[in-house]
């Protein structure tokens, strides 16, 4: 008798890195019942669209995804899970009979047992009972040395326009020692660098008699491990003494995201966001004095009801002010529910992309500016990807050789190599999160055999306002986790 075929489980992650970990726990928990993660969809037999509800734009990309995962599933297994179907699965249901399984947020376990039975059931629950249950088990969906790791769940903040606390509930934080155990396994495993994030990392352990320091602390033990990366950190919740002691934090990059989403105290207000600019900016210029290699990243909402032109010269004043290095930008879209969809003032839509491509232009020529002024220093690099695809490489000496750089013959020698076709390697240094900033762009010298996860020290030769070119140390070496 023929041995039966192994069964595959393929997963479509949209959405935030939050949705990646949640994804990652699904294949960790198939896994565990044998059924193997496969990154070819048609080689599976289970298929998972894990979908995101945050704004209409993306509730539009969910479900033109469901759509077509339906119609080109053919005999497999079709699950839909993640917050548009927490907050919309009868409707998943009703509008797409081939979907076989739908479950909410967290639902691991249960999601799991339905599809590998194969027999079609709509799993709603509510958003607050989401588990942590198969976090610390998971498949990376990330490069092997380089993991998205989740601290808490949903959110207590109130912001105007915002669902998460809708579809996520409100704040519970993972304990410490649960994280702590999930990432030892992941540096057992190989990985060196970890990002952690929540909907708000500022508010981590409120309610538990834990803090963010001590998880910190704790996970700056742990052998393999070379650098964590915060993302997720409210300013106005935030003071810069405390950001000062965490950076100082043993394996902590300099390296910061706190999405401030606008500048202008009346649509703050409207907002119901913590702080308020003028302290903001305050911060950000402690920050930089305290610590001058610290990155800054934030993110900003253009079009909230009542937004004027005032109001968008102020958030660019602001941003000219404090220099982030990095930013980004999304259109304020009315959601059901939120206390801001009954706002009147709404701006055109044509009105709100004028304004976002301004402010894109200002961050241009700010991080021109602070990625040119790094030019000549040496710093650590990971690397993602040992060997480039050629045509992303063609892409990215392209952008470079209309760059900055450090002196004439350092434009010469890069635009050598790119003629030559000399085969590229891509990393980041801490100035880089992974799957979020730019990258670090490195001609591999003859002979060498990198591989991903790799560490390397590289002198910034050129710059974009998105990524750099470097040269490897000579005489330095790659180091190599022995995992």
Known sequence: MAAQRERRVFIHTLGCDKNLVDSEALLGRFAGRGIIPEREPEKADIWVLNTCGFIEAARRDSEEAIATFAREKGTRTLVVTGCLAQEHGDDIARRHPGVDVVGGVGEFDRVVEAAVAGFAEWLRVPAVEASYTGLVKRALLTPAHVAFVKIGEGCNQKCTFCRIPLIRGTLRSRPAAEIEAEVRGLADGGVSEVQLVSQNTSDYGRGTGEDLEGLLARLGEIDGLRRIRLLYLYAGLFPAERALRILGLPKVAPYLDLPVQHASPRILKAMRRPGDP????????????????????TTALL?????????????????????????????????????????????????????????????????????????????????????????????????????????????????AWRRRGGRLALGRSHHFGYDLDGVVVLPVPAGESWRPGDWLQARFTGATPYDVWAHPVPGAGAERDSA
């Open 278 to 297: 003028a302290k903001a900016a305050a911060f950000f210029r402690e920050l930089r004095r305290e610590r001058p290699d610290v990155v800054l990243r």
């Open 303 to 415: 079009g909230f009801p009542g937004e004027e032109e005032d109001d968008v010269e102020m958030l660019a004043d602001f941003l000219a002010e404090v220099e982030f290095d990095h930013l980004g930008t999304y259109r304020y879209s009315p959601e059901a529910g939120t206390p801001a969809a009954d706002l009147p003032g709404r701006v055109a839509p044509e009105e709100v992309a004028d304004r976002e491509a301004r402010i894109l232009d200002l961050q241009a020529e700010v991080a021109g500016r602070r990625m040119g002024a790094r030019l000549g220093e040496t710093h650590d690099v990971v690397l993602d990807e040992a060997s480039t695809d050629p045509a992303r490489a063609a892409e990215l000496t392209a952008a470079l050789a209309e760059g900055t750089w450090l002196d004439p013959a350092a434009r010469r020698q890069a635009e």
